[in-house]
């Protein structure tokens, strides 16, 4: 069984960077379709980026061109980069490991983005 834990969250000014980390364990991540999701207050949670087994990469329009989603097979690490941080980017983002027809998710971390 798959285990997520998310990092990396915090507040940070309108155009700014932050690094998120999933780390997980029980399982190798290389073998599940890892995403980022985030939901925001009153919102439904939402696709950031995604990364296949196979290692390619998608994102929601929005991100593109923003965040870049990223595996460490050896640390057994995913990772959402972000930059140029917008304010309604603030939310709690959750990391998300699929197989099988099975989903596990982490816990979330906050994203704060101040204007």
């Known amino acids: 069984q798959l285990q997520l834990v998310e990092s990396g969250g915090g507040l940070v000014q309108a155009g700014g960077s932050l690094r998120l980390s999933c780390a997980a364990s029980?399982?190798?991540?290389?073998?599940?379709?890892m995403g980022w999701y985030r939901q925001a207050p009153g919102k439904q949670r939402e696709l950031v980026a995604a990364?296949?087994?196979?290692?390619?990469?998608s994102y929601a329009n929005s991100m593109m061109g923003r965040f870049t989603i990223s595996r460490d097979n050896a640390k057994n690490t995913v990772y959402l980069q972000m930059n140029n941080l917008k304010p309604e980017d603030k939310a709690v983002y959750y990391c998300?490991?699929?197989?099988?027809?099975?989903?596990?998710w982490g816990q979330g971390t906050q994203v704060t983005v101040s204007s």
């Open positions: 029980g399982s190798s991540v290389n073998v599940y379709a």
């Open positions: 998300a490991g699929f197989r099988g027809g099975l989903g596990y």
């Open positions: 990364i296949s087994s196979d290692g390619i990469t």
